[in-house]
């Protein structure tokens, strides 16, 4: 079959992104796939839905609506009664432009994406999803831009396409004709992943087969990977918006404990040191306990900085010593982080003490966001003080605390130690909370 247009089937409509529209809209585009037209403005509100109020989250809604002439015959406007229809389309598109945003990291606003249909001839929820986003990008830049947002919530592009089988042919981005005579239609939402978002598709005149449910997700993935630079070119500069890393600032000076740190957290963010974050002070760790001092250390470098820190404050607990040197471990001689000193002093308070010495190192890690409360874990590795150092890795309390295995932390390689150590504990925790 000859396709109206005289299209292959693979082959998407004309499609043109006109962003910036709507010069009084935080974020605009008119979108347009072949004789389809639609014009998506995104507002931004400082306030979110009472269900998240409090919560430090930020919520992105969407809204979608036919003009009345917008079919050629005249389509009677909303009233109190929404269009149920336009709803419907209205969440779809919410939830897909959703799946783009990382809401702890918006804050406690509100995104609006309104998608007015101008004519329609097919297509007319996947191009406001698609145009919607470029629309969304823009509002997030002028939030930066600003001020008001110290970095890019945007984890995930989002586009979306539509298919369908039409007289036993699989085709890519029906117009309006085609979708009325299909035998099966879907609309496709994808990610830069090519996973799946949402997935709607109907057999209008028969089933379709698992055949040729594949030969349309295939036309789907390729032409949104056309609509995802298609999106980028129209963005321009302000596609840097689009899959930023969080930056996280590890609150701490010791290389050792950053190394470590750095390793656990993978490429999950951009992690950055105080000082790369311009915070050149010293936190003064008073508490009384180490998830005291981690979320003093983690709530001031995030005050500073106002990005996301993760502060770690560990030690170790001498049962013979009443649980010291605790808190005072890096300073438990006097001088901070003098190592050689700390270990004479333990050994010389442990002296008379037989073995077990029983102990455990313990570490308390702090995520602040700028947004969302502060978050604690905790991680405890219990082990044996020895009468004299093993090993040559690690630093502090390493060569005289030894596992389990029989091995001195000191005597364990990274990838050993970031099994089973205290911080390693604290850490999967936080991951797991993560995920």
Known sequence: MKRLDGRQPDMLREVHMQPGFISTAAGSCLIAFGGTRVLCTASVEDNVPPFLRGSGMGWLTAEYAMLPASTGRRKQRDGIKKDGRGVEIGRLIGRSLRQAVDLSRLG????????DVLEADGGTRTAAITGG????CQAVDGLIRRGALKESPIAHQVAAVSCGVVAGLPMLDLCYREDSMADADMNVVMNEQFRFIELQGTGEERAFSLAELGQLLSLAQAGIAQLFARQAQAL???AYVIGQKQTLVIASNNAHKIKELTAMLGDRYHLVSMREAGFDGDVEENGDTFADNAVLKAEAVRDATGYAALADDSGLMVDALGGAPGVHSARFAGVHGDDAANNALLMDKLKDVPAPRTAQFVSAIALASPFLPTRLFEGVCPGVVTFAPRG????GYDPYFEYDTGKTFAEMSDEEKAQVS??????????????
Do not use: N, S, W, Y
């Not at 040559?392 to 630093?395: E, I, K, L, S, V």
């Open 133 to 136: 986003f470029v629309a969304l």
């Open 422 to 435: 205290h911080r390693a504990r604290a850490m999967h925790k936080l991951l797991a909370a993560l995920a």
């Open 392 to 395: 040559q890795q690690g630093f």
């Open 236 to 238: 321009g500069e302000a």
């Open 108 to 115: 406690p606003r509100t995104i609006t994406i309104d998608c």
